[in-house]
């Protein structure tokens, strides 16, 4: 895993830690990160619990990832 990696990971779980969820787009814009699922696999094999809840708005499917 790379070091810009690796700092992204961690910018996002810092984010998710103050209770707020993330989407794909949000992650984009926050934090230019453009493989959320990635980053949020990358905590849950280090034993991070964290929930998706998919959502539906405007005909599209996306999920929206918080702590457990």
Known sequence: MSTNTKNQTNR???YLRT?????????STRFK???LAARIEEMRE????VQSR????NG?????????
């Open 60 to 68: 599209k499917r996306f999920a929206c990832y918080s702590l457990a």
């Open 33 to 35: 990160c453009m493989r």
């Open 19 to 27: 209770g707020r969820g993330i989407t794909p787009l949000s992650a």
């Open 46 to 49: 280090a034993g991070i619990r």
């Open 54 to 57: 998919m959502m539906r708005r």
């Open 12 to 14: 996002i779980l810092r």
